[in-house]
């Protein structure tokens, strides 16, 4: 399966507890991409990378919330002392840079199955 | 920073009929705007996107114009099908940015 990857599909866990994320991007890509989303509503941003920098993060990521890209390849996504309000879906997704795709702006961003949190 | 508004939250069509969804967005520096189906528990899933130098685009029965005076964009759906019922989002981006997706819009079409 060339696609994004995410583990674990699901993760329940106790008010309080840390949880970490994983995700794998296609391979070739050099962006990647976390994202929120709650039942009846669109994914929201969270936080990017291009290759191993991270470029921006939402104001929605508070400090209990890091997220790394050590090597530019997967990257994980670690919640701190979690709460009921973080139980959502966590998406990722990738994209290849426009610069890397012949100079023609290419932002066309790849999901995964997402991994589905539930905080008891 | 940028903000999506997209209507209808829900839209019943019958089988055959054209389904439209219309987004609206803020910021003009956005310049990338794609159109994603999500399944039930499922993935988004990218149907088509536009760039903002093109008006127009078409894939077979699905299109999306685009409209950067009034900054609004919309997906049209001809000849809908039961296997087209899902959520729609549409999205907004600029430079290679995060995607800033609307609430969703839930088609279903009956046979």
């Known amino acids: 399966d060339t696609g994004v990857s995410q583990d674990p599909r699901h993760k329940i866990t106790k008010r309080g507890q840390n949880v970490t994320f994983r995700c794998d991007p296609i391979?070739?890509?050099?962006?990647l991409y976390w994202y929120r989303q709650t039942l009846g509503q669109g994914p929201e941003f969270l936080t990017y990378f291009q290759n191993e920098a991270q470029l921006e993060k939402s104001r929605l990521l508070s400090d209990r919330f890091s997220a790394e890209r050590p090597k530019g390849s997967f990257s994980t996504l670690e919640i701190q002392r979690t709460e009921q309000g973080d139980s959502a879906m966590y998406l990722c997704?990738?994209?290849?840079?426009?610069?890397?795709?012949?100079?023609?702006?290419?932002?066309?961003?790849?999901f995964g199955p997402g991994t589905r949190l539930t905080v008891l | 920073g940028e903000n999506v508004e997209q209507h209808p939250s829900t839209l019943s069509v019958q089988e055959g009929d054209s389904a439209v969804i219309k987004c609206t967005y803020s910021d003009s520096a956005s310049n990338y705007f794609p159109w994603y189906k999500q399944e039930l528990g499922k993935r988004p899933q990218l149907i088509i996107d536009i760039r903002s130098n093109v008006g127009e685009k078409k894939d077979q029965r699905i299109a999306v114009t685009l409209n950067k005076t009034a900054k609004h964009f919309s997906l049209h759906i001809t000849e809908t099908q039961p296997e087209d019922s899902a959520v729609y989002f549409c999205?907004?981006?600029?430079?290679?940015?995060?995607?800033?997706f609307g609430k969703g819009t839930t088609l279903s079409v009956s046979s």
């Open positions: 999205a907004a981006s600029s430079e290679g940015t995060a995607l800033i």
């Open positions: 391979s070739e890509h050099n962006r």
């Open positions: 997704a990738s994209s290849l840079d426009w610069g890397l795709a012949g100079g023609n702006f290419y932002n066309e961003q790849f």
